[in-house]
Nanobody, 127 residues
């Protein structure tokens, strides 16, 4: 059974940084994708970035001015999202999600195409 557990959220001041982590486990094989999403208060969930295994193909669906970067550690089953130069508009719940059949283009998948979701981690940026 696929499980996704996010961590690393918290309260930071404007200009601060956070590294979010997603522990992904339970996949039937090594061909799947993990993505990061966020949902700001009162807004729809938006796609940020994803990495497709086993080739490690990274896609940024929202460039975020280069402030966010995704990375993964396959040995640990971890996918990270580094957040830099945060501002209050970055406040929201950040989710990781996974999909088995990513079609080798995880960036083309809509939010509803992702099969598995974590519980989310709250990021709050104070002004």
């Amino acid at each position: 059974q696929v499980q996704l557990v996010e961590s690393g959220g918290g309260l930071v001041e404007t200009g601060g940084s956070l590294r979010l982590a997603c522990l992904a486990s339970g996949f039937a094989d090594d061909e799947y994708a993990v993505g990061w999403f966020r949902q700001a208060p009162g807004k729809e969930r938006e796609r940020l970035s994803c990495v497709g295994r086993p080739w490690g193909k990274i896609t940024y669906m929202n460039f975020m001015g280069g402030r966010f970067s995704i990375s993964n550690d396959d040995a640990k089953g971890m996918v990270y999202l580094q957040l830099k130069d945060l501002n209050p508009d970055d406040t929201g719940v950040y989710f990781c999600a996974a999909v088995d059949d990513w079609g080798h283009s995880c960036g083309a998948l809509a939010v509803n195409d992702w099969d598995y979701w974590g519980q989310g981690t709250q990021v709050t940026v104070s002004s």
